[in-house]
């Protein structure tokens, strides 16, 4: 038993989560075949239990048939029909087996393409058809792609490359801001000297690169080192919007002023805790959109940061009305929208699909996180719920067949963002894409923005799926 375990623990260093649990489940009773593996992989005993193990986890031959039908499930109908015309001569089992084989072979010749291009060729050099519209996330999690950074007990696995990048680009940045010699300073003024584009930290033996970037913390601002040039610059701006927030004189008053009774009754019904967070928020959404009209990944000293501020001077107070405006706007529909959700059933499916799509529009921070590009058109949005809501109570079938063609976009959408939590410009605009096609469905007399469709919007998922795989 002593010999079982020493041995896994040296396995562990070279195999992943998935199949140690494999392996430890088969008991001492393999300690012999483990030792042979261990003192000669590539020999005869070795590679019986190299073999056994694969065909464990789902990898090997005896996995060849359901690994194939998976695939089949993943990929086009052009893939059934090939099996369909080898089963006409072969038995099943072995049209699998054909297929895995003849795919494992065109795969050895594979570059570094994304996986689904590369089974789309081996296809189409087996099939002679074309073979698109792969759906990865039809695959059982044992058959996706894993990830495995680093050997031993500190070695990280995980499914989601995003989400181990994630976690990993945590640690390194904050091992990386431990060994700059760079101070991290924080402010309300620009106290941050000269920022550099990039620098070079000397750790463990070799050279990494980190981004300087500014980083908004609300109430301050305060420089920090990231190990993503995106993820840098997209922090960047936000920093320096928040900065050149905190240089203007806020124009709140002036906006109030400008505002009737009943706008700010209902501006004091907002999600928002109160009215001069929602104004802030609104302010500094439009300078946001404003310093991003400036190049902002090149302003790195405070001579250029004061010229910024002056040029976007003129513009944040007008521009901050309007926004705000839009909100009042918004807010007067909810309260329309609010009244006649009351008058549902709430185990309803309408009434269940509105309030989760109305959450997903009015919360604290609404008004910028929503694209600046879209916003105007949220009141649009929230007056499609209210026309929609007033049809279905005298029309609930109709209001039911119109989620029948919504629901296979909401699943796709929904399956996206559980595949990547991370908000993408990408991402952001099929969310806004999908608005327009509730407007399309359900008050078609307030006219889309754009042309929209169910097909186009599932397309775009699937491109988004596969740029991100």
Same mark, same amino acid.
């Given at each position: 038993?002593?010999?079982?375990?020493?041995?896994?623990?040296?396995?562990?260093?070279?195999?992943?989560?998935?199949?140690?649990?494999?392996?430890?489940?088969?008991?001492?009773?393999?300690?012999?075949?483990?030792?042979?593996?261990?003192?000669?992989?590539?020999?005869?005993?070795?590679?019986?239990?190299?073999?056994?193990?694969?065909?464990?986890?789902?990898?090997?031959?005896?996995?060849?048939?359901?690994?194939?039908?998976?695939?089949?499930?993943?990929?086009?109908?052009?893939?059934?029909?090939?099996?369909?015309?080898?089963?006409?001569?072969?038995?099943?089992?072995?049209?699998?087996?054909?297929?895995?084989?003849?795919?494992?072979?065109?795969?050895?010749?594979?570059?570094?393409?994304?996986?689904?291009?590369?089974?789309?060729?081996?296809?189409?050099?087996?099939?002679?058809?074309?073979?698109?519209?792969?759906?990865?996330?039809?695959?059982?999690?044992?058959?996706?792609?894993?990830?495995?950074?680093?050997? #031993?007990?500190?070695?990280? &696995? *995980?499914?989601?490359? /995003? !989400?181990? %990048?994630?976690?990993?680009?945590?640690? $390194?940045?904050?091992?990386?801001?431990?060994?700059?010699?760079?101070?991290?300073?924080? #402010?309300?003024?620009?106290? &941050? *000297?000269?920022?550099? /584009? !990039?620098? %070079?930290?000397?750790?463990?033996?070799? $050279?990494?690169?980190?981004?300087?970037?500014?980083?908004?913390?609300?109430?301050?601002?305060?420089?920090?080192?990231?190990?993503?040039?995106?993820?840098?610059?997209?922090?960047?701006?936000?920093?320096?919007?928040?900065?050149?927030?905190?240089?203007?004189?806020?124009?709140?008053?002036?906006?109030?002023?400008?505002?009737?009774?009943?706008?700010?009754?209902?501006?004091?019904?907002?999600?928002?805790?109160?009215?001069?967070?929602?104004?802030?928020?609104?302010?500094?959404?439009?300078?946001?959109?404003?310093?991003?009209?400036?190049?902002?990944?090149?302003?790195?000293?405070?001579?250029?940061?004061?010229?910024?501020?002056?040029?976007?001077?003129?513009?944040?107070?007008?521009?901050?009305?309007?926004?705000?405006?839009?909100?009042?706007?918004?807010?007067?529909?909810?309260?329309?929208?609010?009244?006649?959700?009351?008058?549902?059933?709430?185990?309803?499916?309408?009434?269940?699909?509105?309030?989760?799509?109305?959450?997903?529009?009015?919360?604290?921070?609404?008004?910028?996180?929503?694209?600046?590009?879209?916003?105007?058109?949220?009141?649009?949005?929230?007056?499609?719920?209210?026309?929609?809501?007033?049809?279905?109570?005298?029309?609930?079938?109709?209001?039911?067949?119109?989620?029948?063609?919504?629901?296979?976009?909401?699943?796709?959408?929904?399956?996206?963002?559980?595949?990547?939590?991370?908000?993408?410009?990408?991402?952001?605009?099929?969310?806004?894409?999908?608005?327009?096609?509730?407007?399309?469905?359900?008050?078609?007399?307030?006219?889309?923005?754009?042309?929209?469709?169910?097909?186009?919007?599932?397309?775009?998922?699937?491109?988004?799926?596969?740029?991100?795989?």
């Amino acid at each position: 038993m002593a010999a079982w375990k020493q041995n896994l623990v040296t396995l562990s260093s070279t195999l992943g989560p998935e199949m140690m649990s494999v392996i430890e489940s088969w008991g001492p009773e393999y300690n012999s075949l483990l030792e042979e593996y261990l003192a000669d992989p590539n020999g005869e005993m070795g590679q019986k239990f190299y073999t056994e193990m694969l065909e464990a986890t789902g990898q090997g031959a005896a996995g060849a048939q359901s690994t194939a039908s998976q695939y089949q499930a993943a990929g086009s109908d052009n893939i059934q029909a090939y099996s369909d015309a080898l089963q006409s001569n072969t038995a099943p089992n072995e049209a699998a087996q054909i297929i895995a084989d003849g795919v494992a072979g065109e795969l050895s010749r594979a570059d570094y393409s994304a996986i689904t291009t590369e089974l789309a060729r081996a296809m189409r050099a087996l099939s002679g058809d074309l073979v698109e519209g792969w759906n990865v996330s039809a695959l059982p999690p044992h058959l996706r792609m894993g990830f495995q950074v680093g050997q #031993g007990a500190k070695a990280k &696995f *995980g499914r989601e490359l /995003e !989400s181990l %990048q994630a976690g990993l680009e945590r640690q $390194v940045q904050q091992q990386l801001t431990v060994v700059s010699s760079r101070k991290q300073l924080a #402010g309300t003024a620009w106290v &941050f *000297g000269d920022i550099p /584009e !990039s620098i %070079q930290i000397p750790t463990n033996g070799i $050279v990494a690169t980190g981004f300087p970037a500014l980083r908004d913390e609300t109430a301050q601002v305060a420089e920090t080192l990231c190990t993503n040039l995106a993820e840098a610059k997209a922090s960047h701006a936000q920093g320096l919007a928040r900065l050149a927030c905190l240089a203007l004189p806020a124009p709140y008053k002036w906006i109030v002023g400008q505002l009737s009774y009943q706008d700010k009754i209902i501006l004091a019904a907002s999600p928002y805790p109160s009215v001069p967070e929602l104004l802030a928020d609104a302010r500094f959404a439009v300078v946001v959109e404003l310093v991003h009209r400036h190049n902002p990944w090149a302003i790195r000293e405070q001579s250029q940061f004061n010229k910024l501020v002056t040029a976007i001077r003129p513009d944040q107070v007008e521009a901050s009305l309007r926004v705000v405006k839009i909100a009042v706007d918004a807010l007067r529909v909810l309260a329309t929208v609010q009244e006649r959700l009351e008058q549902l059933e709430p185990a309803s499916q309408t009434a269940q699909d509105v309030s989760v799509q109305v959450a997903d529009l009015i919360f604290p921070g609404f008004l910028h996180v929503i694209s600046p590009q879209w916003l105007p058109r949220l009141p649009t949005w929230l007056n499609g719920v209210a026309l929609r809501l007033q049809n279905a109570r005298t029309d609930s079938y109709r209001d039911e067949a119109r989620m029948e063609q919504l629901a296979p976009v909401l699943d796709a959408y929904a399956q996206l963002l559980d595949a990547h939590p991370a908000s993408t410009p990408e991402i952001d605009h099929i969310g806004y894409l999908i608005e327009e096609f509730r407007i399309q469905l359900f008050a078609q007399s307030l006219r889309t923005a754009e042309t929209v469709s169910a097909k186009r919007i599932l397309k775009a998922i699937a491109e988004v799926t596969t740029a991100l795989a």
